[in-house]
């Protein structure tokens, strides 16, 4: 199942609604860990974020390894998966904004890659476009927390749309 909100709250209950004792839970863009305190007793967390205020409090957490960088950059992607091959839900918020593409193609990335049960994205960019959206009557769902069309193709090579989001993530 994947999930769009973009109150905070909601999100975060979400997430909370889904999680279960033992789950591994991947989150993209956890700030310093608001998200993360919520459920990090009742699970396994990976934690990502490029914020400079994260680095001190998310690495003092119990049951979360945190991952200083950013979500967009492959070997990020890489050390993730180091981690863990899989997960049980896939919690995305890069700041909630209007950036659709950018959400997106971290959420076809990340969730290409470790099939993750449930995803649950706040963007309010992604949930306007659902909810404006009127469907051609083509029958394209997904059951799962990813994209099954993209079901066995592993950890997705370096897009290079990448490179035209910031020149900090060339190297």
């Not at 690495?59 to 899989?86: P, T």
Request: net charge negative; with cysteine; glycine share 6%.
């Amino acid at each position: 199942m994947i999930k769009l909100s973009y109150d905070i709250k909601k999100y975060r209950q979400d997430i909370r609604d889904l999680v279960k004792p033992c789950d591994t839970v991947i989150e993209l863009g956890c700030h310093v860990g608001g998200t993360t305190k919520l459920i990090s007793n009742d699970c396994n967390v990976i934690a990502v974020d490029n914020s400079p205020e994260a680095l001190d409090i998310m690495e003092n957490m119990d049951n979360v390894y945190f991952i200083s960088g950013d979500v967009r950059r492959h070997e990020v992607l890489a050390e993730a998966f180091e981690i863990s091959q899989s997960c049980d839900v896939l919690a995305i918020d890069l700041g909630g904004g209007y950036h659709p593409d950018t959400a997106f193609k971290v959420f076809y990335i990340w969730s290409s890659t470790f099939k993750p049960t449930h995803t649950v994205i706040r963007n309010r960019g992604l949930l306007e476009f659902v909810n404006s959206a009127q469907c051609s009557g083509e029958d394209y769902v997904s059951d799962e927390g990813y994209l099954e069309s993209y079901h066995d193709s592993g950890i997705p090579p370096l897009i290079k749309e990448f490179d035209l989001w910031t020149p900090l993530l060339k190297k």
